[in-house]
């Protein structure tokens, strides 16, 4: 029997949240279910982005956030940011750093009447991806998705609506809380723990972590890109850590015993170290889960547990 003094910590990752507020409540509680008291109220808990749009409940999705850590004080919390949060923080004018707003839109600017770009109040010093997300996409079915667009290529006329404003409306600025500007402002791009247990079928193994909402660039020098994504280089005009696909599909070659933890892709993937906790995709009829270490147990929404 294993020695109980010798427990490994508990470490949660939830994928991609979408707005969704019933589920999150759920899947919350499901996770205090399948989890003993003690594993759970001094747990790791890695969220990895995507909490906006599409759903239509964001603002509820961060107050519950926000409540966490008063809640759950010996819980450790971190909230990644998503594409979708990143778009978000841009609009209302959160990003860390300092960019000029003209260089974030320059190389895309090809794409700004399909995209339908903001235009209105403030734009002249908003990132890209603020512009993008607060836009009015041009076609009106997501091919990609099978589902309409919500207002912008982002879907996030459900996020203005939670705040009591119309898509596209620059009113978004005041309406969103000061607490909710910080929790945006905040958000990190990347998480690393060193020294995380997983079981496997060849018994216990002790690696290290990283969480970040896409994936680690292909081809590109690993330590390089953590540096990149610890210190928020909000000038650039995309995040491909956080908005990437294939290029960030797969564990760099030169990580060893390191897991890569992501939401992002719409699917729910475990290969070896490689975890992509995303069965939600910011759908409706879609569950959202998430994965439990050491166990590698799934938990989601939908679970019978509580």
């Known amino acids: 029997m294993a020695d109980p003094n010798n427990k490994h910590r508990t470490i949660i990752c939830i994928g991609d949240i979408h707005g969704y507020i019933t589920k999150l409540l759920n899947l919350w509680s499901n996770l205090e279910s399948h989890i003993d008291p ?3 109220n001094t747990a790791t808990v890695i969220f990895l982005g995507d909490y906006c749009d599409r759903g239509p409940n964001t603002r509820k999705v961060i107050d519950f956030l926000i409540s966490l850590p008063k809640r759950y004080p010996n819980q450790k919390h971190v909230f990644l940011s998503g594409n979708h949060d990143f778009a978000f923080a841009g609009f209302v004018g959160v990003l860390p750093g300092e ?6 839109w320059r190389e895309y600017t090809d794409n700004e009447e399909r995209e339908g770009w903001f235009k209105g109040e403030g734009y002249e010093k ?9 836009g009015w996409i041009k076609a009106k079915f997501n091919a990609a998705k099978g589902i309409d667009y919500k207002g912008s290529i982002y879907d996030a006329a459900p996020t203005f609506e939670s705040y009591g404003v119309p898509h596209g409306s620059s009113d978004l600025m005041k309406a969103v809380p000061e607490d909710h500007k910080k929790f945006l402002a905040e958000m990190v791009w990347v998480h690393e723990e060193d020294n995380v247990c997983i079981e496997t079928q060849e018994g216990v193994r002790h690696c290290k972590l990283i969480a970040v909402h896409a994936g680690l660039e292909r081809g590109k020098n690993v330590r390089e890109q953590l540096e990149f994504l610890k210190a928020r280089d ?12 294939k290029d960030v599909w797969d564990i760099p070659k030169e990580l060893s015993e390191t897991i890569v933890v992501s939401g992002h892709h719409g699917k729910l993937h475990i290969e070896g170290l490689r975890l992509i906790i995303d069965e939600g995709g910011g759908l409706e009829g879609n569950p959202v889960a998430a994965i439990v270490l050491p166990s590698m147990k799934i938990v989601r929404d939908t679970d019978n547990l509580s």
């Open 38 to 40: 003690e594993s759970f």
């Open 99 to 104: 960019f000029e707003a003209e260089e974030t």
């Open 126 to 134: 908003m990132h890209l991806q603020g512009r993008r997300w607060g």
């Open 234 to 245: 909000a000038r650039v005009p995309k995040v491909t850590d956080l908005s990437g696909r």
